[in-house]
T-cell receptor, first 113, second 113 residues
Framework: AQTVTQSQPEMSVQEAETVTLSCTYD???????LFWYKQPPSRQMILVIR??????QNATENRFSVNFQKAAKSFSLKISDSQLGDAAMYFC??????????FGQGTELSVKP | DAGITQSPRHKVTETGTPVTLRCHQT?????MYWYRQDPGHGLRLIHY???????DKGEVSDGYSVSRSKTEDFLLTLESATSSQTSVYFC????????????FGDGTRLSIL
């Protein structure tokens, strides 16, 4: 079965510092997509970044970047220059071709001023 | 924001009563999804639809049914609600499924006493 694991239930970072959230997944597929979603206290699910498995280049969106290691089935999210507004629950999600979106358990990130 | 409206936003009801949650979209997207979110589990897929009157089961479909008679509306029904169905329910849409990211509604908090 395809699974997504976020091994860090909670993380904390100092404002302006950098933090990395971990995600690993299990699959036998070679073509798929990976996403990070952010869920602030407002409960909205906001797409942060996406990565196509066939692309070797790591995706970047402003202060958010990923470290995609396909062989290791690892997809970590790095947040640079952390801001108070980054405090939220972060979900990693795996999306196989022709399949269904599978979410990890989530990592709750707090940002200290 | 993607044009997705979930109703109601909050509901409290008693065990054994029927409950219907509505998801309405203005994007004319083909794919619509229902998820439930519970602590420690992330989001889990209940049912999804790939067109009018075309639906399929997700990971946690027992006790739930869905209907889609129009492109814009996707209904989730709990025929006889149980306390284990207390959760936050999210609707999501995507244009093509697969590699297209899903956009989420604001969620419905359902409490079954």
């Amino acid at each position: 079965a395809q699974t997504v694991t976020q091994s860090q239930p909670e993380m904390s970072v100092q404002e302006a510092e950098t933090v990395t959230l971990s995600c690993t997944y299990d699959t036998s597929e070679s073509d798929y997509y990976l996403f990070w979603y952010k869920q602030p206290p407002s409960r909205q699910m906001i797409l942060v970044i996406r990565q196509e498995a066939y692309k070797q280049q790591n995706a970047t969106e402003n202060r958010f970047s990923v470290n995609f290691q396909k062989a290791a089935k690892s997809f970590s999210l790095k947040i640079s220059d952390s801001q108070l507004g980054d405090a939220a629950m972060y979900f990693c999600a795996y999306y196989p071709q022709g399949g269904k979106l599978i979410f990890g358990q989530g990592t709750e990130l707090s940002v200290k001023p | 924001d993607a044009g997705i409206t979930q109703s109601p936003r909050h509901k409290v009801t008693e065990t054994g009563t029927p409950v219907t949650l509505r998801c309405h979209q203005t994007e004319n997207h083909r794919y619509m999804y229902w998820y439930r979110q519970d602590p420690g589990h992330g989001l889990r897929l209940i049912h999804y639809s790939y067109g009018v009157k075309d639906t399929d089961k997700g990971e946690v479909s027992d006790g739930y049914s869905v209907s889609r008679s129009k492109t814009e509306d996707f209904l989730l029904t709990l025929e006889s609600a149980t306390s284990s169905q207390t959760s936050v329910y999210f609707c999501a849409i995507s244009r093509q499924g697969n590699n297209q990211p899903q956009h989420f509604g604001d969620g419905t908090r359902l409490s079954i006493l």
